[in-house]
T-cell receptor
C-alpha cells in the first residue's frame, strides 16, 4: 500500500522555528513536494526534493532521506501568516498527498 | 497571469440534480486532474487527464465523470450527486515535461449536496 504520515496539528510561537515531519511508504519514489494551504484556499507550492539532503528557500527548508522514507519542512522566524496546513506529497506513479499538518502560530 | 480557474466557487444543490464544475487553465498544460478534499482524508484524486481525449480514473472516481475535449478545459460532472459528495474540490494542472513539474491548483469549489 501507499502511506504518508504527518502529525495532525502543531503549535508554535511567533519568531520561533518549527519542524514538520513526514514519513512515507510508497511503491515507488520520484520526488517529494511540500505545499502550504490556508483554510479554504488552494494549496500553493513550497518546495520539492529529489535527492537526499537539505533544500533551502528563504525562511523555508526541506530535507529528504530516501533510505529512511523521511522528510521534514523547517520554518524559521515564524510569522502569524504561517498559520496554515502543510501538505507532504510524494510522487510515485502519481502524486499522493498526506493528510496535512495544521500549524497554529501564536503571538 | 498563469492560472487555473474553477466555476462555480460555491454550490449548494439537491440529491440527484446533475451538475458540472468547470476548470480551465491558460498555461497550455497537458496534464490536468481533479481532487476532492475532506477533513482527515487529505487530497484524493478523482480523475486525471494526460492530454486531450485521454482520461483515467484516480483513487475515488465513483459518481464522477470528466471529459477533455480541449487542452485548456477539464470539466467535472456529477450525473446524480449524493450527500457523500459534499466536499471541497480542486482542479490542478501541470506541464508534461517532467514528473516534478509544479502542479498548479485552482481556487477550489465548495459543494454541498442536501
Amino acid at each position: 500500500g501507499q502511506n504518508i504520515d504527518q502529525p495532525t496539528e502543531m503549535t508554535a510561537t511567533e519568531g520561533a522555528i518549527v519542524q514538520i515531519n513526514c514519513t512515507y511508504q510508497t511503491s515507488g519514489f520520484n520526488g517529494l513536494f511540500w505545499y502550504q494551504q490556508h483554510a479554504g484556499e488552494a494549496p500553493t507550492f513550497l518546495s520539492y526534493n529529489v535527492l537526499d539532503g537539505l533544500e533551502e528557500k528563504g525562511r523555508f527548508s526541506s530535507f529528504l532521506s530516501r533510505s529512511k522514507g523521511y522528510s521534514y519542512l523547517l520554518l524559521k522566524e515564524l510569522q502569524m501568516k504561517d498559520s496554515a496546513s502543510y501538505l507532504c506529497a510524494v510522487i510515485s506513479d502519481k502524486l499522493i498527498f498526506g493528510t496535512g499538518t495544521r500549524l497554529q502560530v501564536f503571538p | 497571469e498563469a492560472q487555473v480557474t474553477q466555476n462555480p466557487r460555491y454550490l449548494i444543490t439537491v440529491t440527484g440534480k446533475k451538475l458540472t464544475v468547470t476548470c480551465s487553465q491558460n498555461m497550455n498544460h497537458e496534464y490536468m486532474s481533479w481532487y476532492r478534499q475532506d477533513p482527515g482524508l487529505g487530497l484524493r484524486q478523482i480523475y486525471y487527464s494526460m492530454n486531450v481525449e485521454v482520461t483515467d480514473k484516480g483513487d475515488v472516481p465513483e459518481g464522477y465523470k470528466v471529459s477533455r475535449k480541449e487542452k485548456r478545459n477539464f470539466p467535472l460532472i456529477l450525473e446524480s450527486p449524493s450527500p457523500n459528495q459534499t466536499s471541497l474540490y480542486f482542479c490542478a494542472s501541470r506541464g508534461q515535461g517532467a514528473v516534478l513539474d509544479e502542479q498548479y491548483f485552482g481556487p477550489g469549489t465548495r459543494l454541498t449536496v442536501t
